[in-house]
């Protein structure tokens, strides 16, 4: 009846999986058989000797998987949104998003320490732009090496001590059940997160009725709402993994709390805007702070 597309990671799988639940029981007529998962390796998990803003950006996570889609080898693809590029290939749209998890990131560290606790000098490794500018912004002596792989990988990188500390996702731990021991949550004034960190959004092709019938009663308007103001934002900055870029869009009743970053690679420059304003402004409030961000800083801003 439908044939899921992910990555073949751990959390890739969690993540399909939990749409596949999700999709069960929306729909007490399908059985379980009938919705397969496909596993389609990405240029992104081949690339492990290199950040992905040296090898491309984001859409090395989802190339291979969009084409899967288009020529109509799989129904839906099940993506991490944080990794998806926020312009689309035409025929494709993201149809629902899945209720969003805790947005913070965690410190993992051989031995438990916070921030400021890390040791002068000490080695931290991340693949992320966003949260190497954050951090140097905040602790310019420490050093910052690119560390990729999924969840599991670095964890034990970590416990080998090729490095000091790292981050995560609390997002991904919470879903793949996970608790290391020693980890330090980080605020979200310590460490704003990734545009829609934590979110879950599931593309198909955009003419493909039947698939986007099953898919409607699977979206959250909550995540779709604060997700799509933070992208916005994203896309009025032409971010990419290229860019250390963070936005966070919160709900309280009908008010809606914008927060976004942007930083120098190196974090030796950092600017900072926020909005407030009713859920229905979503867009138009990252369309703004987008847009003033973008004016602040130069043409060779990122040259760093």
Known sequence: MLTIGTRGSPLALAQAHETRERLLAAHPGLREPEIAIRIIRTTGDRIQDRSLAEAGGKGLFTKEIEEALLDGSIDLAVHSMKDMPTRLPAGLAIVAYLPREDVRDVLLATRPTTLAGLPQGATVGTASLRRKAFLLARRPDLSVVTFRGNVQTRLRKLEEGDVAATFLALAG????????????????????????????????????????????????????????????????????????????????????????????????????????????????????????????????????
């Open 173 to 304: 731990l919470h879903r793949l059940k996970i608790a290391p021991a020693g980890m330090h949550v980080l605020s979200v004034g310590d460490m704003l997160p990734a545009v829609a960190q934590g979110a879950i959004g599931i593309e198909c092709r955009e003419s493909d009725r039947r698939v986007r019938d099953f898919l409607a009663p699977l979206d959250d308007a909550d995540t779709r709402l604060r997700v799509e103001a933070e992208r916005m934002l994203l896309d009025i900055l032409d971010g990419s993994c290229r860019t250390p870029i963070a936005a966070l869009a919160e709900l309280d009743g009908d008010r809606l709390h914008l927060r976004a970053a942007i930083a120098r690679p190196d974090g030796s420059d950092l600017m900072e805007t926020e909005r407030h304003g009713s859920r229905a402004d979503g867009i138009s409030m990252g369309r703004d702070a987008g847009a003033e961000l973008k004016g602040r800083i130069g043409p060779d801003f990122f040259t760093v």
